[in-house]
T-cell receptor, first 111, second 111 residues
Framework: KAGVTQTPRYLIKTRGQQVTLSCSPISGHRSVSWYQQTPGQGLQFLFEYFSETQRNKGNFPGRFSGRQFSNSRSEMNVSTLELGDSALYLC???FGRGLAFFGQGTRLTVV | GQQLNQSPQSMFIQEGEDVSMNCTSSSIFNTWLWYKQDPGEGPVLLIALYKAGELTSNGRLTAQFGITRKDSFLNISASIPSDVGIYFCAGQEEYGNKLVFGAGTILRVKS
């Protein structure tokens, strides 16, 4: 069974631009959660999607958004990038409510 | 945001020694999870705990879910060089799959 796949692995963007990250969950998993990992703040929850609906949301500004498609794949978008958005963005997939399995992450650098 | 108190922050031990780390929270969690993260990778699930007082083992790893559901510990016996990495505890909230993470314990092993 393939694991959680995140693309791209690395990304460099300029301040003010926007970015879209992609996550393909484990086959059969309908829940996808997104996390931001930085040295200063650690792992912080962004949001969770289940069956194409946002089920939970963390304390991030509206520049951070996401969506989930009918095949459970998810994307997250960050608009008007700031230097502080540089981070490792991790996606986790779960079957219903249960264990969360993480992808390798997308390393975003904002310059 | 809400975060678990994880200690110690780092450990530098001799190969073959046992290791112990713990997490505490002011909130009750229904599930506690322990993850290990290697540099440049996503967290890998080690152990999941579901019931207060539960003690679970996975090879050389043993974890316990505190009776009050506000704490957990992880023990690693007879450490080996590949145990090096960052260990995170995570509490899963009652609704959905949101995880709240500790700040991590950095483990270094001298061979």
């Amino acid at each position: 069974k393939a694991g959680v796949t995140q693309t791209p692995r690395y990304l460099i963007k300029t301040r003010g631009q926007q970015v879209t990250l992609s996550c393909s969950p484990i086959s059969g998993h309908r829940s996808v959660s997104w996390y931001q990992q930085t040295p200063g703040q650690g792992l912080q929850f962004l949001f969770e999607y289940f069956s194409e609906t946002q089920r939970n949301k963390g304390n991030f500004p509206g520049r951070f958004s996401g969506r989930q498609f009918s095949n459970s794949r998810s994307e997250m978008n960050v608009s008007t990038l700031e230097l502080g958005d540089s981070a490792l963005y991790l996606c986790a997939s779960s079957f219903g409510r249960g264990l969360a399995f993480f992808g390798q992450g997308t390393r975003l650098t904002v310059v | 945001g809400q975060q678990l108190n994880q200690s110690p922050q780092s450990m530098f031990i001799q190969e073959g020694e046992d290791v112990s780390m713990n997490c505490t929270s002011s909130s009750i969690f229904n599930t506690w999870l322990w993850y290990k993260q290697d540099p440049g990778e996503g967290p890998v699930l080690l152990i999941a705990l579901y019931k207060a007082g539960e003690l679970t083992s996975n090879g050389r790893l043993t974890a316990q879910f505190g009776i009050t559901r506000k704490d957990s510990f992880l023990n690693i016996s007879a450490s080996i060089p590949s145990d090096v990495g960052i260990y995170f505890c995570a509490g899963q909230e009652e609704y959905g799959n949101k995880l709240v993470f500790g700040a991590g314990t950095i483990l270094r092993v001298k061979s």
